[in-house]
Nanobody, 116 residues
């Protein structure tokens, strides 16, 4: 049973930084792709960034140059460093793991609020 737990969200002023972390990852050998998604009120969930088992990263256009996704194999965590935050980054951020058996695993989400 995979239980992903996000942490690190909070309230920050525009231009500030936050670092999100996702714990509870399964064995890295079972993971195909990991990523972060977000959902703002009244909007659909959208991709933030992903990282493959081969550590190839992908970012949504609006996050390029501001966000960095990384994984810590020893700690079994997936992290998201968010810099130069903007009010439009306000959302609930979710950790996702897509495993080698085609299953999607989600965390419960962590709220990020950016004030102007």
């Amino acid at each position: 049973q995979v239980q992903l737990v996000e942490s690190g969200g909070g309230l920050v002023q525009a231009g500030g930084s936050l670092r999100l972390s996702c714990a509870g990852l399964p064995s890295m050998f079972s993971i195909n792709v990991m990523g972060w998604y977000r959902q703002a009120p009244g909007k659909q969930r959208e991709l933030v960034a992903t990282i493959t088992s081969g550590e190839v990263t992908n970012y949504a256009d609006s996050m390029k140059g501001r966000f960095i996704i990384s994984r810590d194999n020893a700690k079994k965590t997936l992290d998201l460093q968010m810099n130069n935050l903007k009010p439009e980054d306000t959302a609930v951020y979710y950790c996702n793991v897509y495993d080698n058996w085609g299953r999607n695993h989600w965390g419960q989400g962590t709220q990020v609020t950016v004030s102007s």
